[in-house]
């Protein structure tokens, strides 16, 4: 997991966990994703692009 750093408060993003997309969706063509009280969507399109939808 990515830190802040103490000086601006920016994310360090040299430290931040690389997840493959495949460990994500499971075989799938979308995931939901619960961040908070929100649920977002995660889809892998026909031409291999994921986007990301609140």
Do not use: C, F, W
Not at 28 to 44: C, D, T
């Amino acid at each position: 997991m990515a830190d802040a750093s103490p000086v601006d408060g920016r994310l360090d993003v040299t430290r931040a966990e690389e997840v493959d997309s495949v460990r994500l969706l499971h075989g799938q063509r979308e995931v939901l994703i619960r961040h908070g009280s929100e649920l977002y969507r995660l889809r892998h399109t026909r031409n291999d692009k994921l986007i990301l939808t609140k």
